[in-house]
């Protein structure tokens, strides 16, 4: 089993920034993919950046380009999503997710583990 421990959600204003964390932990894998969803009620969970292990190739979605940056530290087993220039449009739950092996995460279905989110709250 792997265990996802998300942290650094919490309110901010418009324009500010926040850190994201997941630290993984548990059975270890050599290829993996992490990533972070947001959730907002009532609407479906939505990728928005994911990196490879090895590979570090990053995946973002358009509304969060130029904003957001996903990195991680193999040494920690740990992944990190930067959120700058936030917007109120922001506003979600945020998880933390992983797959295994190297293929890409393309949604949700395609995610093995994942965090019980973090709530990040953007004030206009």
């Known amino acids: 089993q792997v265990q996802l421990d998300e942290s650094g959600g919490g309110l901010v204003q418009a324009g500010g920034s926040l850190r994201l964390s997941c630290a993984v932990s548990?059975?270890?894998?050599?290829?993996?993919?992490m990533g972070w969803f947001r959730q907002d009620p009532g609407q479906e969970r939505e990728l928005v950046a994911s990196?490879?292990?090895?590979?570090?190739?990053?995946y973002y979605a358009d509304s969060v380009k130029g904003r957001f940056t996903i990195s991680r530290d193999n040494a920690k087993n740990t992944v990190y999503l930067q959120m700058n220039s936030l917007k109120p449009e922001d506003t979600a739950v945020y998880y933390c997710?992983?797959?295994?092996?190297?293929?890409?995460?393309?949604?949700?279905?395609?995610?093995?583990?994942w965090g019980k989110g973090t709530l990040v709250t953007v004030s206009s």
């Open positions: 548990g059975r270890t894998f050599s290829s993996y993919v």
């Open positions: 997710a992983f797959r295994l092996g190297v293929r890409p995460i393309v949604g949700a279905a395609s995610v093995d583990y």
């Open positions: 990196i490879g292990r090895t590979d570090g190739n990053t």
